[in-house]
């Protein structure tokens, strides 16, 4: 007995029509098919064929997905979509996505010419953020001693923790929002608009997409060089980069009900 495969077309984001693609470059799926472009007048989609019976989800599909919109934003201006948008077939890409707003991405791709995203992150050092707050609240330092002093009394000793993890957890929240001005201060009139993504980690100091010139990207590396060496030993700063500008266009996929199995 033959399977017969269901396919439908994924699509990963808008691109200028006059790219170049690499040859055999992989997609989304298992196994994965060839990327390709539909083209509309001068712009174009990023597609792959995929298999709508096989969920997709995985990590290596989110990694496919984010490595392909950024090796082209690193070319190329990129409108991504949002991972998992999966449309009929090529006559689809046309008609509901590229045809009917033709004129949005056109001038969505004029203003992502020449810039790109990058982010911005930025983590505590456990030990020196921890001596940073209790040197400055003397109220946690002295719960801080007696939770040590409570040793064996393990009830005591519980209920001073909790109070000191509360007020250790309010006490981060208040610096990471005064470094993320700190951040902002340091690489203001070098970016074109940024977005505070909320936090990944309990530690996390910043955490800052930025929209920026692609010829800037020395004098931001620059920087983040200073920067970090006024944080040396309190912050450890990693810079992401360059990415499809996801925090400022991310597109909304085609209407489920307009996709294969919707």
Known sequence: MTTQTETGIYVYGILPGDVELEEDTPGVGEPPSPVRLVKFRDIAALVSDVDIAKPLGTP??????????????????????????????????TAELLEPHYDGFRAALEQLEGV?????????????????????????????????????????????????????????????????????DALAGQVNASVVRPPSHELDAVHVAFLIDVNDARRLEQALTKLAADWDGRVELQLIGPLAAYDFVGMTPPDPSQSPGG
Not at 65 to 84: Q, R
Not at 148 to 158: C, E, K, Q, V, Y
Not at 164 to 176: D, F, H, S
């Open 60 to 93: 290596q599909d989110l990694m496919a997905h984010e490595d392909l919109l950024d090796a082209s934003a690193a070319e190329v201006p990129v409108l991504p979509m949002k991972f998992g948008a999966v449309v009929a077939n090529e006559d689809a890409v």
């Open 116 to 184: 790109a995203e990058y982010v911005v992150k930025g983590r505590y050092v456990e030990q020196a953020i921890l001596a940073e707050i209790l040197a400055e609240n003397p109220a946690a330092a002295d719960l801080a001693q007696q939770a040590t002093a409570a040793g064996a009394d393990l009830m005591a000793s519980r209920e001073q923790q909790i109070q000191l993890g509360e007020m250790i957890g309010q006490a981060v929240e208040a610096k990471r929002e005064q470094d993320t001005r700190v951040l902002g």
